[in-house]
């Protein structure tokens, strides 16, 4: 998986398919393209659910103990396999030491979100000391929101996506009605042009020149959930800066997916959740991040004993000593057991070239698009037919590893086809989202995916026909 320069996956795909003598459509193109894979050994560190153990699946359809097409790690990524007996390690620990196990022990459980503070950082390219663990996503979006939005009577407006993740939209309204305000006037949101499913980025950038002197913050996702568009988040927290906006992003589906760079950015604030392409379990620990100039002068709102400074937080004074920076938005001691779920899958990420693997992951979103087109787009001449639309934009720049496909019709009815097949996507209707994740998806899987898409939607089809 060399590439051919500035080449295009189609492109890409098509040469090496050219050189195998073969379609982009052969079985022979994904396992060769799987044995070029330097990232490949990285799949075998995680659990691959077998078919057997899914819900849904028909047993008259599918081979039980063959692992299931896994594309849904936009939603919760798998599970490392070391993840277990970092666990165990934990319970065991507590069982055995008791309240020792706050200092002692390789993880001690008062200090242990710092022991992997580092590693988070890399991820999304910050210093150790603008980093946090703590908390849920939501819960620190609240946090960081009290701190930066500081509405007057002429800079007032949050500016988001109108198609935000609902708890996003949530918190924003919420935070403004409890500045006394009213979200029909202080929330401005953002929508696509007619006829258009994304945001284009002149748009926004066209938005916030216009309307940046009413604007206290500019919240926006890395990457949409919904479209899957990768947002430029360079161009827009200049331009908001430029105006006099803070600027933060939501990293839920952007962080371990996209290459993110907070510091060099100068991003205002960001959060994020660590389940989805982090794989570190539902509900796991998240991300917090405040840029380091903001250090003496962004102070949190709500304290706890884990705002104050650690050197002097055991005397016990009720004399607060801020730990200065995102470490003072830390209300509560950290969760031990979330931490070392983290800590299995931000070593498996410590194993891969950041570089890698976006190019995998360029490369084999790039195939289930090809795939996807080649089978599926709009007849004209075949009004009939069943096809699907990918939302997502086309240019690599402007997305992730997620697809966001809508169909024709019958969403539901393929959806159930496709489960009942050992395939595991999700539905947020109108779409069907689908990711692959190049820390352990392979191109046979998408190979095999899109079969069983095709056999799926063959049997709906039969089934329309037969007034089913």
């Known amino acids: 998986m060399d590439g051919c320069g500035r080449s295009s996956p189609q492109q890409i795909l098509e040469h090496t398919a050219s050189i195998l003598?073969?379609?982009?459509?052969?079985?022979?193109?994904a396992i060769h393209l799987d044995q070029e894979d330097e990232l490949q050994h990285l799949r075998d560190q995680f659990h691959i659910p077998k078919i057997k153990d899914l819900p849904s699946t028909d047993p008259a359809l599918v081979k039980g103990e063959e692992e299931c097409v896994y594309l849904c790690g936009h939603s919760l990524g798998l599970q490392p396999k070391k993840t277990k007996a970092y666990i165990n390690e934990e319970l065991d620990n507590w069982a055995k030491t008791g309240v020792h196990g706050h200092f002692h022990g390789s993880y001690?459980?008062?200090?242990?979100?710092?022991?992997?503070?580092?590693?988070?950082?890399?991820?999304?390219?910050?210093?150790?000391?603008?980093?946090?663990?703590?908390?849920?996503?939501?819960?620190?979006?609240?946090?960081?929101?009290?701190?930066?939005?500081?509405?007057?009577?002429?800079?007032?407006?949050?500016?988001?996506?109108?198609?935000?993740?609902?708890?996003?939209?949530?918190?924003?309204?919420?935070?403004?009605?409890?500045?006394?305000?009213?979200?029909?006037?202080?929330?401005?949101?953002?929508?696509?042009?007619?006829?258009?499913?994304?945001?284009s980025t002149d748009d926004i950038l066209s938005t916030i020149e216009r309307e940046g002197d009413s604007i206290a913050v500019i919240l926006f996702s890395g990457v949409q959930y919904?479209?899957?568009?990768?947002?430029?988040?360079?161009?827009?927290?200049?331009?908001?800066?430029?105006?006099?906006?803070?600027?933060?992003?939501?990293?839920?589906?952007?962080?371990?997916?996209?290459?993110?760079?907070?510091?060099?950015?100068?991003v205002d604030f960001a959060c994020w959740c660590n389940y989805k392409y982090l794989n570190s379990g539902a509900g796991a620990l998240a991300g917090a991040?405040?840029?380091?100039?903001?250090?003496?002068?962004?102070?949190?709102?709500?304290?706890?004993?884990?705002?104050?400074?650690?050197?002097?937080?055991?005397?016990?004074?009720?004399?607060?000593?801020?730990?200065?920076?995102?470490?003072?938005?830390?209300?509560?001691?950290?969760?031990i057991l979330l931490i070392r779920s983290l800590q299995a899958s931000l070593e498996i990420f410590n194993q891969a070239d950041k570089k890698a693997l976006r190019k995998k992951s360029v490369l084999l979103t790039g195939y289930l698009e090809c795939l996807i087109k080649h089978y599926h787009s709009k007849v004209p001449d075949n009004p009939q037919k069943l096809f699907?639309?990918?939302?997502?934009?086309?240019?690599?720049?402007?997305?992730?590893?997620?697809?966001?496909?809508?169909?024709?019709?019958?969403?539901?009815?393929?959806?159930?086809?496709?489960?009942?097949?050992?395939?595991?996507?999700?539905?947020?209707?109108?779409?069907?989202?689908?990711?692959?994740?190049?820390?352990?998806?392979?191109?046979?899987?998408?190979?095999?995916?899109?079969?069983?898409?095709?056999?799926?939607?063959?049997?709906?089809?039969?089934?329309?026909?037969?007034?089913?």
């Open 226 to 266: 919904y479209t899957g568009q990768l947002f430029d988040m360079v161009s827009i927290t200049r331009a908001g800066h430029a105006k006099g906006c803070y600027v933060g992003f939501d990293l839920a589906h952007a962080v371990g997916n996209v290459e993110v760079r907070l510091h060099d950015w100068n």
């Open 21 to 29: 003598g073969c379609s982009i459509t052969d079985e022979k193109l």
């Open 289 to 335: 991040y405040i840029h380091e100039k903001h250090k003496f002068t962004i102070k949190p709102t709500l304290l706890g004993w884990w705002s104050h400074d650690f050197t002097t937080r055991f005397q016990m004074d009720n004399k607060l000593d801020l730990t200065p920076g995102v470490n003072g938005f830390r209300i509560s001691n950290p969760p």
């Open 388 to 468: 699907i639309k990918i939302i997502t934009p086309s240019n690599v720049e402007e997305r992730g590893c997620q697809l966001s496909l809508l169909f024709s019709d019958h969403i539901n009815k393929i959806f159930v086809e496709l489960s009942k097949r050992g395939v595991v996507p999700d539905i947020r209707e109108p779409i069907v989202r689908i990711a692959p994740v190049p820390l352990y998806n392979s191109f046979y899987d998408l190979y095999k995916f899109i079969n069983i898409l095709n056999e799926s939607l063959q049997v709906v089809s039969h089934q329309l026909k037969d007034g089913m």
């Open 108 to 199: 001690p459980w008062a200090l242990a979100d710092e022991c992997l503070v580092e590693q988070m950082a890399n991820i999304v390219g910050a210093k150790k000391e603008e980093t946090a663990l703590m908390n849920g996503l939501s819960v620190n979006l609240h946090l960081l929101l009290l701190s930066f939005y500081k509405p007057t009577s002429s800079r007032h407006k949050i500016l988001m996506e109108a198609n935000a993740f609902p708890s996003d939209h949530y918190a924003v309204e919420s935070q403004i009605r409890l500045q006394g305000l009213d979200p029909k006037e202080s929330m401005f949101l953002l929508s696509p042009a007619e006829d258009e499913e994304t945001l």
